[in-house]
Structure formats: structure tokens, C-alpha cells
């Protein structure tokens, strides 16, 4: 193990601090305190790797957050945004033939989408399938369940990370807003509640039906460390949305093109009425969808329901939508994709259970979390109760001394890129190896 060197890192975050609000651009830089003083600063990426400013070079499973499922500077998609760039220029705010070819594509792949609608983020995507959906059913809630990130806006951003002393008991949660700053009637719009109970919602869904507009939900709740729904329980959801007049909405932000092309809703065969996408469509570049039933979005497409936005179907972003989607569409991708997820998930359950500790590595194919315990995660108050929250950051600090980058949070996840291949994922075993034994002696 070469020396591991942050100096450089440390002298930038003290010049950033000077012209941004705690030294950078979004909380989510903010590494937990034991994983590292301050946030890395990188150099440059290729493939699956990635060097910092003091020459520490990674395999990254972070990935930017999940966008990058073909790796930093694939060929093909710089290709594609540089013609476009070059030849065509980066917007109009006008009409232009990448939206439709970009939205043909999406609506092919996404069993539940038959019309798509481009942005720019996944927080603005959920803003909009909110309003889609209250305005479809005439009716005001939101049902979200606790623990679950759905982007950080005012209407949806409550429950996330809340102290386990503030939510009240789990059959009547207490709502929390995510921030300081949010006004307290964005909350009365939402219901919060426990993710994977079915008695909880059923008793909920019977006294509320007539108020609630919309259940969202991630598929797998990527944002609480891989956290799997309970067989049937995404069925569940389609049934009794189904029953009484509320529509289903999965965030598909990270989901979407990363477990196959028809996203979870495809690997689970359950079809929600509206589905938002991020992260992946784009391959690195700023772009999201919400997509759905025709009925539903041709509200847009009748002006009842306004969307807009200067910079949505700019042609970068749509250029990379196009090319990014055209790769994954190679035979082979997910396969592999599933493959490297699967070894990785093994690989380190071995070397930690090896090392005597207990460990669960859940999740599926390209997204995958380590808990620290021995059963599963279910929701979010097992989440937040975990002992694994004490060992993780030891774990996460190991293994980037050791070349290997991961979001540093327990509630976030490991991302696998189409550009990893065996022998990275077996050098990340072996890491995970000597990380373990270095978190044990700490412990
Ligand atoms: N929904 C989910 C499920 C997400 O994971 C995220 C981002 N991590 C968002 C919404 C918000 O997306 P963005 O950061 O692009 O605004």
C-alpha cells in the first residue's frame, strides 16, 4: 500500500472555503468526519479510474453520484457531445430532432412510459411527477416513505435523514422537514410512512384514499444503502394504488437504465403510472426525465400542466442521452454489468466474514451497499439503528487509502460502470481484504 498523501486536497478546501458557502457546491461533498477531515479533490478520471490532486490514483464506485455507468470519458459519448458541440451548438430553448430520437429510445426501453418529458435533474423530474400526478387525480398528498431521498425540494424533501428520537412512532410518523428553511405547509401536503409495511399503508390507504394523489417510491431504495423491497411488496403498491385512484411513482432516478434497459420496473415487472429518470440516461451530462401513461402526461401536452425550463432537450444533453443509451443497448452490457455486481457483492461478504465480522452486501446487480450486521436492512429505522453506522466510515477510510473510492455514506451506494472489469473488481476484493483487518484492529 503506496503512502496515502492529502495535502493538496487540504490546502484547496481551505482556498475554496474562502468563495463558497462550506467550501463547495452540494452537502452531498460533505465526507462523514471520520472518513476523511475534508472532501478529496480530483484531478481527472478515465475508465473506471480516478486520480486526486496528490496523485492517489482509485477504481471509483462512486461514479459521480451514479451517472457515470459507462465510466469517465467514454469514447463514443465525447465523440457524439463534441459533434454536437462542434457542428450544431449546445442549445436552442427550441425544437430540434435529438428530443424525439432521445425520447423514442427512452419510451422503447421503459415498459410503463409513453411519453417522456426531458429536464435537467432528478429533484426537478419528482417536481414534476408530483404535479402530474395532483393534477390528474384532483386530489392533494403525497404518500413518501421515511428515509427515502427523492431530491432536496421543498415539496418532497421531509423524512429523509431524520433523528430517530424526532419521527414519533412508526404507525403514525412524525413529519420533519429535510432542512431549515422549508415551510411548514409543503409538509401538510405529505404523508410519511414506513417503507415495506404493508399493514401500516393498507390501515393508512383506508382512512386517507380519498385525499392522496400518489405513492412515490424508489424500487429498491437505493438512498438507504441497497435496502430491497420484501417479495410481493412493489405488487403490493401497483394493487393498491390500483384500488383506489392513487397513482404509483418510482424514482427511477438511479434505477433507470442501470438494471437492464427497462429499469426496475422491467427487473420487477411491476409498472407504476409515473417514473422519473436521472443519473444514468445521461452518462455524466445534466439531464432527467419524467416520463408515464399517456392520459396522464398529455396534460403537459395540452398546457393544463406546465413544465418548462430554458435549458430542458438542450441538444448536449440530449446528444448524450442519445449515445449513452445507444452503448447500453450493446448486447452483453448488463450482463457484465450484473456479473461484476455479483462477484463484487460476494467477494466482499467473504473477506469480512473472514475477518469474523457480520456483513450483508444487498442490493442487485450495479448498486450495491455493505451493512455491517447480519440480516438485512428493511427500513429506515432499522437503518438509522444500525451498529454498522459505527464500522462503515472505519471500512470507507481503508479502502481509499488503499486506491479504492466509494461514497463515503452508509446510506448511499457502490455504482459499477460498463469500463470495470474482473481483475478491478478482484483488486477491490483484495483491498477490501486489508481494509477489514485495519478497521478490526480499530474496533
Ligand atoms: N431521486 C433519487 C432516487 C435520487 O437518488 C436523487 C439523487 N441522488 C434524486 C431524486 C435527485 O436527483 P438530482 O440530484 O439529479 O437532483
Redesign the pocket.
Known amino acids: 500500500m503506496s503512502e496515502y498523501k492529502m495535502g493538496k486536497s487540504a490546502e484547496m478546501f481551505e482556498r475554496a472555503k474562502r468563495s463558497l458557502p462550506g467550501g463547495m457546491d452540494s452537502v452531498?461533498r460533505v465526507p462523514p468526519p471520520n472518513v476523511l477531515p475534508h472532501p478529496p479533490y480530483f484531478e481527472r478520471g478515465k475508465g473506471c479510474r480516478i486520480w486526486d490532486v496528490d496523485g492517489n490514483e482509485y477504481v471509483d464506485y462512486a461514479l459521480g453520484?451514479?451517472p457515470l455507468i459507462l465510466g469517465h470519458c467514454p469514447p463514443d459519448l465525447i465523440a457524439a457531445v463534441e459533434d454536437v458541440i462542434e457542428n450544431r451548438g449546445t442549445t436552442f430553448g427550441i425544437c430540434h430532432n435529438l428530443e424525439f430520437e432521445a425520447a423514442e429510445k427512452v419510451v422503447k426501453h421503459l415498459p410503463a412510459v409513453d411519453l417522456v418529458r426531458f429536464g435537467n435533474?432528478?429533484?426537478?423530474?419528482?417536481m414534476i411527477a408530483l404535479r402530474l400526478a395532483r393534477g390528474f387525480t384532483g386530489k392533494e398528498k403525497i404518500v413518501r416513505f421515511e428515509g427515502?431521498?427523492?431530491?432536496?425540494s421543498d415539496v418532497i424533501h421531509w423524512n429523509t435523514r431524520s433523528p430517530l428520537g424526532a419521527i414519533g412512532l412508526k404507525h403514525a410518523p412524525r413529519l420533519v422537514p429535510g432542512t431549515a428553511g422549508i415551510a411548514e405547509p409543503y409538509g401538510q401536503c405529505l404523508i410519511i410512512q414506513p417503507w415495506n409495511d404493508p399493514d401500516v399503508l393498507r390501515k393508512t390507504i383506508k382512512r386517507r384514499a380519498h385525499e392522496i394523489a400518489a405513492i412515490i417510491t424508489?424500487p429498491i431504495m437505493?438512498?438507504l444503502g441497497a435496502t430491497m423491497p420484501k417479495p410481493g411488496y412493489l405488487q403490493f403498491l401497483r394493487d393498491i394504488c390500483t384500488e383506489n385512484d392513487i397513482l404509483l411513482i418510482f424514482?427511477?432516478?438511479?434505477t433507470a437504465f442501470r438494471l437492464g434497459l427497462s429499469g426496475a420496473q422491467g427487473y420487477f415487472g411491476v409498472q407504476p403510472d409515473i417514473t422519473?429518470i436521472?443519473?444514468a440516461l445521461g452518462g455524466g451530462y445534466?439531464v432527467?426525465a419524467v416520463g408515464g401513461r399517456r392520459e396522464i402526461m398529455d396534460l403537459m401536452g395540452q398546457h393544463l400542466i406546465t413544465s418548462a425550463g430554458t435549458y430542458n432537450g438542450n441538444l448536449l444533453c440530449l446528444a448524450a442521452v442519445k449515445a449513452t443509451l445507444e452503448a447500453l443497448e450493446q448486447p452483453g452490457v448488463y450482463e457484465k454489468l450484473h456479473a461484476l455486481g455479483d462477484r463484487l457483492r460476494k467477494g466482499l461478504e467473504d473477506v469480512i466474514h473472514q475477518a469474523g465480522l457480520p456483513v450483508v452486501a444487498q442490493g442487485v446487480g450495479p448498486v450495491l451497499q455493505v451493512w455491517f450486521q447480519d440480516t438485512p436492512i428493511a427500513n429506515y429505522r432499522e437503518a438509522a439503528g444500525s451498529k454498522s453506522q459505527a464500522i462503515h466510515p472505519l471500512f470507507v477510510r481503508a479502502l481509499y487509502k488503499r486506491g479504492i473510492m466509494l461514497n463515503p455514506g452508509q446510506f448511499g451506494v457502490w455504482y459499477i460502470s460498463t469500463a470495470h472489469t474482473e481483475q478491478d473488481i478482484d483488486f477491490t476484493i483484495e483491498a477490501a481484504r486489508g481494509a477489514i483487518q485495519e478497521v478490526k484492529a480499530q474496533l
Request: some cysteine; overall charge negative.
Open positions: 452531498a453520484f451514479g435533474s432528478g429533484t426537478e423530474s419528482v427515502a431521498y427523492h431530491g432536496w424508489e437505493c438512498n424514482d427511477e432516478v438511479i422519473t436521472a443519473k445534466p432527467s
